[in-house]
């Protein structure tokens, strides 16, 4: 198992996000975590990348980097698009490489013409994808993905999703969403959470086969809007 | 309470629909506000000239015609020059040193709980003493060419540092976890993370400093009179009654004032202009 969260226990103030939570995770492939908003989805993001620590129990990573799009975009507002990707790349290699597989990424994204810009004067769909090129252009055995496709026009998350589907093959991929053609396209398990203490009510597991049958997929992502609360439907 | 300068930070507010101007941000050419600007000099001289038409006295008020010939005559001397220079080195230098001590003692504050509980009482007591007390204090210590350098160095180094430690404070917790995920150099995040948040503090710190440091550093000056200096100029006029020699020494002292302003303002916005969002000002 790649990333294994053992028995954890997460509480912000009195509202208790998890008690004992556990969940393994594979080497590879799209794992989805679907629930409505606030079922400590991205908390366990932020678990998993240690940026809040637990309360109580544990979680194992593999070896080598974690990287994350995060639900906002948390782009350095004053640096272009190609900045804030060549940043995060600087440690691991020199200045020259590093431009160029940033640029490369933004290209990945169609946002070649964008490079130069700012966040500031890009849309929001735009700044999201300068955020997944960051991603994909750091690498790691890891990728989280918060809300990854919010904001980008249809077309374009079509063109990404091949993409993503590629790379989940060499590496794991934690997709967070409440979309559920996003978790039908991408993931290969999906995990329901919901409660309070949140726990997976359901784990559903899917194939290419599936997928493929448009029929099924829309039966499941139907079912997959069901469990949502009405003001958490997409 | 403390007093801080907080910088402007407004909004790109690009996509708004143009509603009329709000007061005082009426849009003008460059030709129409210099126009403006010496209409606005004229009048004010043309009320300095009946005020003193009108008191007719020249030991209480100076006219404007003589306070600029008598410039004129002081720009011919070296010991005009001297003077100048003397003061204007020692409160840039003063001014350097509190940015630097700022800047360095907010980033430790920061790193130090402990440090910011033990020096916060001292900004508290530097920012409520007279700056004349310490310049007399000053006095006592140390010699005259080094008390305006004191003074100056006093009254920008409260401002700076607390600037620039809300800047530190305020910098942007999701921008740091960003950091902190991508497991950022500890140097890449001052860089690229904490410096950008703070420049828009310092510099509205710096907008403020330097004019207090120029007002403390004459005040210096005049008290503690030193060999060469504005503030030496001024105390020996108003000893000898020269009116207008004190009209023109203190015409000399707000030029600068605003010369300086321009100078280390604008060397900081250029050092920063990297930092700066649409429609952010310093």
């Known amino acids: 198992m790649a990333v294994q969260i053992k028995n954890i226990s997460k509480s912000f103030g009195e509202a208790e996000i998890f008690r004992n939570f556990s969940l393994d995770l594979p080497d590879s492939g799209c794992v989805c975590l679907f629930g409505p908003s606030g079922s400590g989805k991205t908390t366990l993001l932020n678990l998993i990348l240690d940026l809040v620590p637990p309360d109580a129990g544990q979680i194992v990573l593999p070896p080598g980097e974690i990287s994350v799009v995060f639900q906002e975009d948390r782009l350095l507002p ?32 169609f946002l070649e013409d964008c490079a130069s810009m700012r ?19 750091y690498g790691g055995s890891v990728l989280l993905l918060d809300e990854p496709f919010s904001g980008i026009d249809a077309q374009i998350k079509d063109a990404l999703f091949p ?16 979309y559920p053609e996003e978790a039908v396209r991408l993931a290969d398990t999906i995990h329901v959470l919901s409660g309070s203490p949140v726990r997976v009510t359901q784990t559903i597991r899917l194939t290419d086969a599936l997928r493929e049958n448009a029929g099924e997929s829309l039966r499941l992502a139907r079912a997959l809007t069901a469990l949502l609360p009405s003001d958490s439907q997409p | 309470m403390m007093l801080s300068i907080t910088p402007n930070r407004k909004q790109n507010n690009n996509t708004l629909p143009e509603g009329p101007p709000a ?53 011919a001397t070296g010991g005009f020059w001297v003077s100048t220079l003397s003061s204007l080195l020692r ?174 303002i604008g060397l900081i916005r250029k050092a920063g202009e990297k930092y700066s969002l649409p429609g952010q000002e310093g």
């Not at chain 2, 300095?48 to 006219?63: G, P």
């Not at chain 2, 305006?148 to 006093?154: E, G, I, R």
């Not at chain 2, 210096?220 to 000893?239: D, Q």
Request: with cysteine.
């Open chain 2, 91 to 264: 409160i840039v230098i003063g001014f350097l040193l509190a940015a630097a001590a700022g800047c360095v003692l907010a980033v430790l504050c920061h790193l130090s709980s402990f440090l910011y509980d033990l020096l916060y009482p001292v900004i508290r007591i530097i920012r409520a003493t007279p700056v004349a007390s310490f310049i007399i204090l000053a006095l006592i210590w140390l010699n005259t060419d080094s008390v305006p350098v004191f003074a100056a160095f006093l009254m920008v180094f409260p401002i700076v540092w607390e600037n620039v430690y809300r800047g530190i404070r305020g910098t942007d917790k999701n921008l740091l976890d960003m950091a902190k995920a991508f497991r950022l150099k500890k140097g890449s995040v001052a860089k690229n993370v904490y410096l950008p948040s703070v420049m828009p503090y310092f510099i509205a710190a710096c907008n403020i400093g330097i004019g207090m440091a120029w007002k403390a550093g004459i005040a210096a000056e005049i008290l503690g009179v030193p060999l060469h200096s504005i503030g030496t100029e001024l105390y020996r006029a108003k000893i000898y009654l020269e009116t207008v020699d004190v009209f023109a020494w203190t015409a000399v002292v707000i030029g600068l004032s605003v010369v300086i302003e321009k100078v280390i």
């Open chain 2, 23 to 75: 007061f005082g941000e009426i849009k003008r050419t460059p030709g129409q506000r210099a126009a403006r600007r010496i209409l606005v000099a004229a009048i004010w001289i043309a009320v300095w000239y009946l005020a003193w038409a009108v008191i007719q006295q020249e030991i209480l008020i100076a006219s404007p015609g003589e306070v600029l010939f008598r410039l004129l005559q002081l720009g």
């Open chain 1, 78 to 109: 004053w640096a272009s698009a190609r900045e804030n990707v060549r940043i995060v790349l600087e440690k691991e290699m020199d200045f020259q490489k590093a431009d160029a597989r940033a640029l490369s990424a933004l290209k990945d994204m």
């Open chain 1, 119 to 137: 966040p500031s004067e890009l849309s929001g769909g735009m700044r999201r994808r300068v955020s997944l090129a960051r991603a994909l252009a």
């Open chain 1, 163 to 178: 993409m993503l589907a590629r790379i989940k093959k060499e590496k794991l991929v934690i997709l967070v969403t409440h």
